[in-house]
């Protein structure tokens, strides 16, 4: 789309790309949870609700919640915070999704993609595995963005 003499651009334009950029990057920013709790403390109080930077909450979904408790050895309910963060990277032509957090975050994700986890856990994963993990477990994890 061209505007004049071969501008891109109407004049102006670029600042409100700027500033557009930065209102999305905000935007995702508010989205990322202010806090994490452990899978313990929602089991016994019942709490489904984190709540994300901008102040709205976060339901989490019973039914997964259930379906992670069943999953994850009952010893590493207190370890497992959830929402659990994946970092979403594009290198190239390549995607690239990495476990935030600590060891006990990537060892509850090789938990949840393959009932048992070794000694540090996945810090990589692959498309297809962040495909079935959110398929069954889309309120318990949140997928930002690395710029």
């Given at each position: 789309?061209?505007?004049?003499?071969?501008?891109?651009?109407?004049?102006?334009g670029?600042?409100?790309?700027?500033?557009?950029?930065?209102?999305?990057?905000?935007?995702?920013?508010?989205?990322?949870?202010?806090?994490?709790?452990?899978?313990?403390?929602?089991?016994?109080?019942?709490?489904?609700?984190?709540?994300?930077?901008?102040?709205?909450?976060?339901?989490?979904?019973?039914?997964?919640?259930?379906?992670?408790?069943?999953?994850?050895?009952?010893?590493?309910?207190?370890?497992?915070?959830?929402?659990?963060?994946?970092?979403?990277?594009?290198?190239?032509?390549?995607?690239?999704?990495?476990?935030?957090?600590?060891?006990?975050?990537?060892?509850?994700?090789?938990?949840?993609?393959?009932?048992?986890?070794?000694?540090?856990?996945?810090?990589?994963?692959?498309?297809?595995?962040?495909?079935r993990?959110?398929?069954?477990?889309?309120?318990?994890?949140?997928?930002?963005?690395?710029?």
């Amino acid at each position: 789309m061209k505007f004049r003499d071969g501008e891109s651009l109407p004049p102006g334009g670029s600042n409100f790309v700027v500033r557009k950029y930065q209102r999305d990057i905000v935007s995702l920013f508010n989205a990322i949870p202010r806090e994490r709790k452990s899978l313990k403390h929602v089991i016994d109080a019942q709490d489904y609700a984190v709540e994300l930077r901008d102040g709205t909450i976060h339901r989490l979904d019973k039914n997964e919640v259930m379906l992670a408790t069943q999953k994850i050895p009952w010893y590493l309910h207190p370890r497992t915070r959830i929402p659990i963060i994946i970092e979403y990277s594009s290198m190239g032509d390549k995607r690239v999704f990495r476990v935030t957090g600590d060891k006990w975050d990537r060892r509850i994700v090789e938990v949840l993609l393959e009932g048992e986890f070794g000694l540090d856990g996945k810090r990589v994963l692959e498309y297809n595995e962040v495909a079935r993990l959110i398929s069954l477990y889309k309120s318990l994890f949140a997928i930002i963005l690395s710029l």
